[in-house]
């Protein structure tokens, strides 16, 4: 029997250990990311990061979208960078050293950021509070059990409050004469005028509430009539009054715009558009040098299109033009019609269904998490891009794959290839996995630090090449055109977006290029994104030739997938450092 001296000695002996144990890498990445996540509730809700009365708590909150906040968020970035550096990087495993490095990169730009936030603007219709906060609710929060439903409701309860944050802080840049161009105001207002439109219990805070809770056989039918209520009324008298003042917020700043597109229009514009395309494409190309790749590839993959539309007898006119007639033609029967927008749901998950067997015979490793594919709510048809959302970590929520069904989107031109992006072999493979990826710490697991777009959006990019040379698409000529389409679209995406923010491109030249109104829209308000696709895919591509050249006969298309996917979100250059590895260690067997 232990007696209680000796239990006393033993708990002495125990601590004093542990007081004396070297703090290792490891320690701080788990301790620097729970520091990082509990001043963020919406991230800590997303991933369902805590248990218990902690992750109770965070799920009752929503984060603030104050400059108090993300100040915050800066004093922690510095800090972590400060504590990282007092690591030996020699004693490091190499899944620690390169998880340090990629940490480091990432707090580096959360630091490198902030004389850029003005540029960040709060409403807008692509990524502002009043899209967010619909996506949070409707997608990325978890209803599994009773309490999930209760904390719903008293998250809904904050949204206003953050709007509020957001109206206050599109005052405080346009006092500073940071205004969006009257285009992106109009499409925003135009957008937050539809989301008031239906009745509170028809708007999807409530519609995708009412769908989550029906499937909890844990809450009553009357407990379940409760919850709806609560959330109707929210939406009725504080969510769309928030609202409202928001769309009239924005209506004054309308005389005070111009239809100027690009950062350059603003008082260290430039400098700010070089930090966006250093970000998103974890390189240093500049805008002039991005812009050229550009052009060098819409003039590769035009001269490929036209060669296939020949083929199909369609030789009139520009590619660009014989293209969209295309896609009309390939247009769903009355697309406007509830038949159809069913259809092109069941045809999204036939190919995704297919996209998963046919995967099997060139990936090693495929993600445990199911993927699903759902429409946007109608209010976001009109601007919404389509967009892929991880599984929970815990299970309780799948890959979620969301695509719009505005009349241009009503056609199976480009359908396989935008799912093979979002979901199977893209975004799906890459993130589900890193997301299952017990190997890396649970920062990079979950991306908590965010998501890499140059990796990622590359590896999307890729994903749709690989299934056109890999036959996917068999004899079906549509179906390469509508590949080579997606590739040229990003192509030209690069000339664009350099375009609007560096070479004073208008709006209309960017549409009249070949680039849809929403899209052009899109690289608006999120300057330098758009670029991360490609600049991506090239660099994927460059490493696979290298690879190839090598390694020769050695060479395999599935051990190298397994490196770029193991390897999860990182920059670039740290991809090539793992690819270079990879290679060394096979030259060696």
Known sequence: MLTRRSAIAILGAGAAFAQNRTRTIDDFFRDFTAEWIR????????LRYFTGEEQDHLERQLTPLTVASASQRLQVARKGLAELSKFDRRGMTETQRVSAEVMKWQLEMVVAEEPYWDYDLPLEQMNGWNVSAVERFTVARPISKPRDAENYIAALGQVSLRME???????????KNVIPPRFILEATIKQMQSFVDPSPGQNPFVTAFVDKISA?????????????????????????????????????????????????????????????????????????????????????????????????????GPVKDRIEKLRLDLQYPNPTSDESRAQIMRDADAIVRDAERRAALLFDVRPKAPVTVQPFPRFREANAAANYNAPAPDGSRPGIVQIPRRIERMTTFGLRSLLYHEAVPGHHFHIALQVENKDLPRFMQVRALGGISAITEGWGLYAERLAAESGWYGDDIEGQLGQLDSELFRARRLVVDTGLHAKRWTRQQAIDYGIEASEVERYTVYPGQACSYMIGELKILELRNKAQKALGNRFSLREYHNVVLRAGSVPLQILESQVDAYVNASLRL
């Not at 009357?222 to 928030?242: D, H, S």
């Open 39 to 46: 001043i963020n509730p919406n991230l800590a809700t997303s």
């Open 165 to 175: 944050e957001a109206i206050a802080e599109s005052r405080r840049l346009a006092a």
């Open 216 to 316: 909890l056989e844990t809450i009553s039918p009357e407990r379940r009539e409760q919850l709806r209520a609560e959330a109707e009324k929210i939406v009725g008298t504080q969510i769309y009054p928030a609202w409202k003042k928001a769309t009239a917020t924005l209506q004054t700043q309308l005389s005070r715009s111009t239809n100027d597109a690009g950062l350059w229009r603003l008082k260290g514009g430039p400098e700010a558009y070089a930090f966006f395309l250093r970000r998103f494409t974890t390189t240093n190309l500049t805008a002039d040098q991005i812009h050229e790749i550009g052009l060098q590839q819409v003039a590769r993959i035009e001269t490929q299109m036209d060669g296939l539309l020949r083929k199909l007898g369609r030789t009139a």
